[in-house]
T-cell receptor
Framework: QKEVEQNSGPLSVPEGAIASLNCTYSDRGSQSFFWYRQYSGKSPELIMSIYSNGDKEDGRFTAQLNKASQYVSLLIRDSQPSDSATYLCAVNSGSQGNLIFGKGTKLSVKP | GAGVSQSPSNKVTEKGKDVELRCDPISGHTALYWYRQSLGQGLEFLIYFQGNSAPDKSGLPSDRFSAERTGGSVSTLTIQRTQQEDSAVYLC?????WGDGYTFGSGTRLTVV
């Protein structure tokens, strides 16, 4: 059974701090990695994708991938209350067409 | 269209009735996916269509669930003889190609009473 694991949280950080969200996956054949943000009562929204080892930066967001450790992370710099949401890690393995989602980490940014 | 469109947005049905949920993906997206999300739970994969290939039905929870995609575009998810445990938000997503990130629709909230 291919799995994607995330700490459910809640993760609470003060406004302006760095939020660090982590994810591990079980399938070594995984090739594509994504972070989605889901506000309460809304559908998931794609915020970052990463395909190769290392860091990928987009504005205040940085995704980090370490395939040897089967580990993906998302850093949110200068966190804002509007970043408060559940963050879902998703992984696409080479043998399946669909993404496997973690259960998400709930982030709360306190003013 | 500009985004993934799902209808209806809400559906309340009586136990034992059949329901049809519709998804209109982003124009030109070859891959279409159905997931469901129960209250406080993660996203559960149901079925996946890629172009004209046979769909991957490996996530369908029972034979009461079926889906089709006509003309490589619009998809319909059908649940027969609905049960209370079918209550969930049903999410459709599409992507340009296999392996790309998805764009989700706003979902259909299904309540079986």
């Amino acid at each position: 059974q291919k799995e994607v694991e995330q700490n459910s949280g809640p993760l609470s950080v003060p406004e302006g701090a760095i939020a660090s969200l982590n994810c591990t996956y079980s399938d070594r054949g995984s090739q594509s990695f994504f972070w989605y943000r889901q506000y309460s009562g809304k559908s998931p929204e794609l915020i970052m994708s990463i395909y190769s080892n290392g860091d990928k930066e987009d504005g205040r967001f940085t995704a980090q991938l370490n395939k040897a450790s089967q580990y993906v992370s998302l850093l949110i710099r200068d966190s804002q209350p509007s970043d408060s949401a559940t963050y879902l890690c998703a992984v696409n393995s080479g043998s399946q067409g669909n993404l496997i989602f973690g259960k998400g980490t709930k982030l709360s940014v306190k003013p | 269209g500009a985004g993934v469109s799902q209808s209806p947005s809400n559906k309340v049905t009586e136990k034992g009735k059949d329901v049809e949920l519709r998804c209109d993906p982003i124009s030109g997206h070859t891959a279409l996916y159905w997931y469901r999300q129960s209250l406080g739970q993660g996203l559960e994969f149901l079925i996946y269509f890629q172009g004209n290939s046979a769909p991957d039905k490996s996530g369908l929870p029972s034979d009461r669930f079926s889906a089709e995609r006509t003309g490589g575009s619009v998809s319909t998810l059908t649940i027969q003889r609905t049960q209370q445990e079918d209550s969930a938000v049903y999410l459709c997503a599409s992507s340009p190609h296999w392996g790309d990130g998805y764009t989700f629709g706003s979902g259909t909230r299904l309540t079986v009473v």
